[in-house]
């Protein structure tokens, strides 16, 4: 029984900063391929990073590059994004997802693809 459980996100100003992270449980993440979602009301949930197994290699959406970075502390199980500079559209539901599936590299496919969701843990952007 895998479990992907998100924490991090809370309310911030715009141009903060905010650390979540995904713990894994249950199984490994080395037989993990996995990504970042967010989803803001009325909108299509969107890929915002994703990682390989390894995580040696990573890919960000153009909205969020240079701002978010996805890593991962593979001996504990861990899935991370960092974000920086955050914005009021960034405002969103920020979901871990997982594929059962070895990833050799990184990427930022349709969330139909995942199989494995967390529960979601919010980030609100405002003044």
């Known amino acids: 029984q895998v479990q992907l459980v998100e924490s991090g996100g809370g309310s911030v100003q715009p141009g903060g900063s905010l650390r979540l992270s995904c713990s894994v449980s249950?199984?490994?993440?080395?037989?993990?391929?996995m990504a970042w979602f967010r989803q803001a009301p009325g909108k299509e949930r969107e890929g915002v990073a994703g990682?390989?197994?390894?995580?040696?290699?990573?890919l960000h959406a153009d909205s969020v590059k240079g701002r978010f970075t996805i890593s991962q502390d593979s001996a504990k199980n861990t899935l991370n994004l960092h974000m920086n500079n955050l914005t009021p559209e960034d405002t969103a539901l920020y979901y871990c997802?997982?594929?059962?599936?070895?990833?050799?590299?990184?990427?930022?496919?349709?969330?139909?693809?995942?199989?494995?969701w967390g529960q979601g843990t919010q980030v609100t952007v405002s003044s």
């Open positions: 997802a997982a594929r059962v599936s070895y990833c050799g590299s990184a990427y930022l496919g349709s969330h139909q693809w995942y199989r494995l």
């Open positions: 249950g199984d490994t993440i080395w037989k993990y391929c």
């Open positions: 990682i390989s197994t390894t995580g040696d290699k990573t």
